[in-house]
């Protein structure tokens, strides 16, 4: 199976939707998903028989760029595609001369953590009680890299 990887477009927003509630317990909403398509974010997904497998969403400025979402399909998820995907979003990246990587991650997601850290990412601090969690909220972990 070869996914044919691109750049996100509005015409995508329904599959978008569907892959967002089918991965997170706490996923973005339509609207916050829509604003993917604003001038300051780029983004790039993976689509296999017209199926969106997974994708991100990011921001940037200046030299600067923030991983605001990454999120793989369910079915797909541990076959290697979310770091592909990173990897893809990295050299992306880099085209639009953006050197300085930043992302937020959940504490408890530490397949994610370990998927940054081996793609140079390090722990740069923690914002107590930001994401929303079952039964109140729990940390996220500052992450960056430089390119």
């Known amino acids: 199976m070869q996914p044919e990887y691109r ?3 509005p015409a995508d927003l329904d599959a ?3 892959v967002e509630l089918a991965a997170h317990q706490h996923p973005w909403s339509r609207s916050l998903l829509a604003g993917a398509f604003d ?3 780029f983004t790039g997904s993976f ?3 017209q199926q ?3 994708y991100f969403i990011a921001d ?3 030299d600067e760029t923030t991983l605001m979402n990454i999120c793989i399909s369910p079915e797909w998820q541990g076959k290697g595609l979310g770091r592909l995907l990173l990897q893809h979003y990295l050299a992306d990246a880099r085209k639009l001369g953006l050197y300085y990587y930043w992302l937020e991650v959940r504490a408890s997601n ?3 953590i370990g998927l940054y850290q081996s793609c140079g ?3 740069t601090g923690r914002r107590r009680g930001y994401y929303p969690a079952g039964s109140g909220t729990e940390d996220a972990v500052m992450m960056q890299k430089h390119g």
């Open 7 to 9: 750049a996100l477009t």
């Open 16 to 18: 978008m939707v569907a």
């Open 39 to 41: 001038a300051r974010y």
């Open 47 to 49: 689509w296999y028989q």
């Open 52 to 54: 969106l497998l997974g």
């Open 60 to 62: 940037r400025v200046l």
């Open 110 to 112: 530490q397949a994610a």
């Open 121 to 123: 990412y390090r722990e």
